[in-house]
């Protein structure tokens, strides 16, 4: 499942007043209290594993890319560049 997925699953109930009725009581939401409790955190907690999962999926494809040496006729092409912008 992806995020947007799991997301769309969480959806609030359509009327206040039947949620009260359902639970029994009425509830009066605060300000900057969160609706569930937990939840903030459990997103920051799936954003950092996801950003782990990533960067180990980089690395494995592109290190080894990363660690070969440049070609020599980059470099040539890059030093006959610089030499011309200080001309």
Do not use: C
């Not at 920051?44 to 070609?71: K, M, S």
């Amino acid at each position: 499942m992806t995020r947007s997925g799991a997301a769309i699953l969480e959806r609030p109930v359509a009327s206040p007043s039947l949620a009260a009725g359902m639970m029994g009581k009425t509830e009066k939401k605060r300000a900057n209290t969160p609706a569930k409790p937990g939840i903030e955190q459990e997103g920051e907690e799936v954003d950092q594993a996801f950003d782990v999962w990533l960067r180990r999926g980089l690395h494995q494809l592109y290190d080894t890319v990363a660690r070969e040496p440049i070609p020599e006729d980059l470099l040539r092409l890059i030093e006959e560049d610089r030499a011309s912008e200080k001309k």
